[in-house]
Antibody, heavy 119, light 107 residues
Framework: EVQLVESGGGLAQPGGSLRLSCAAS????????MNWVRQAPGKGLEWVAN????????YYVDSVKGRFTISRDNAKNSLFLQMNGLRAEDTAVYYC????????????WGQGTLVTVSS | DIQMTQSPSSLSASVGDRVTITCRASQGISNYLAWFQQKPGKAPKFLIYAASNLQSGVPSKFSGSGSGTDFTLTISSLQPEDFATYYCQQYNSYPLTFGGGTKVEIK
């Protein structure tokens, strides 16, 4: 069974940092691109970033470029999102999601971790 | 960036109704479109890929169609478990983008 479990969310001050983690199990992690998708309270879904199987390619939405960094540790079946320079508009539930093989939509999602940016 | 526009943003329907949700892309995306269902407090659930292909295990009451810029998601006979918010997503090009969602509520 595919499982994705996010952690690391919490309260951060504007300009602060947080590092999100996603522990993956139930599939061959090294075979899949992985994504972060977020959802602000009461709002829709927003794709944030994704990363290739070996970490050699990464893509980001413009609003987080230069502030967020996606990475992975294939030895530990883990995905990360380092978030620096946090802003109030980054407040959201952050979902870790697996991309379907050979495509760019996400077929499995974690339950999400809430990030709140507030002073 | 490709903008995805869903309509309506919300609808009220009764159990047994046929429901159709529309998703329009700001430029052609071939059939690189997925649909998701999300219930309150839960993660999105993947339903359809390549505009019309059902994910394994998704009931056949769900169907998708379209190509280019105009797409539809149809629920043939609405059941209580189908009341949720539905999102389309294009995966033709980066940044990947979602529609604003359609909330399906009980009439």
């Amino acid at each position: 069974e595919v499982q994705l479990v996010e952690s690391g969310g919490g309260l951060a001050q504007p300009g602060g940092s947080l590092r999100l983690s996603c522990a993956a199990s139930g599939f061959t992690f090294t075979s899949y691109w992985m994504n972060w998708v977020r959802q602000a309270p009461g709002k829709g879904l927003e794709w944030v970033a994704n990363i290739k199987q070996d970490g050699s390619e990464k893509y980001y939405v413009d609003s987080v470029k230069g502030r967020f960094t996606i990475s992975r540790d294939n030895a530990k079946n883990s995905l990360f999102l380092q978030m620096n320079g946090l802003r109030a508009e980054d407040t959201a539930v952050y979902y870790c999601a697996r991309e379907a093989a050979g495509s760019s939509f996400s077929d499995y999602w974690g339950q999400g971790t809430l990030v709140t940016v507030s002073s | 960036d490709i903008q995805m526009t869903q309509s309506p943003s919300s609808l009220s329907a009764s159990v047994g109704d046929r429901v159709t949700i529309t998703c329009r892309a700001s430029q052609g995306i071939s059939n690189y479109l997925a649909w998701f269902q999300q219930k309150p407090g839960k993660a999105p659930k993947f339903l359809i890929y390549a505009a019309s292909n059902l994910q394994s295990g998704v009931p056949s009451k769900f169907s998708g169609s379209g190509s280019g810029t105009d797409f539809t998601l149809t629920i043939s006979s609405l059941q209580p478990e189908d009341f949720a918010t539905y999102y389309c997503q294009q995966y033709n090009s980066y940044p990947l983008t979602f529609g604003g969602g359609t909330k399906v509520e009980i009439k």
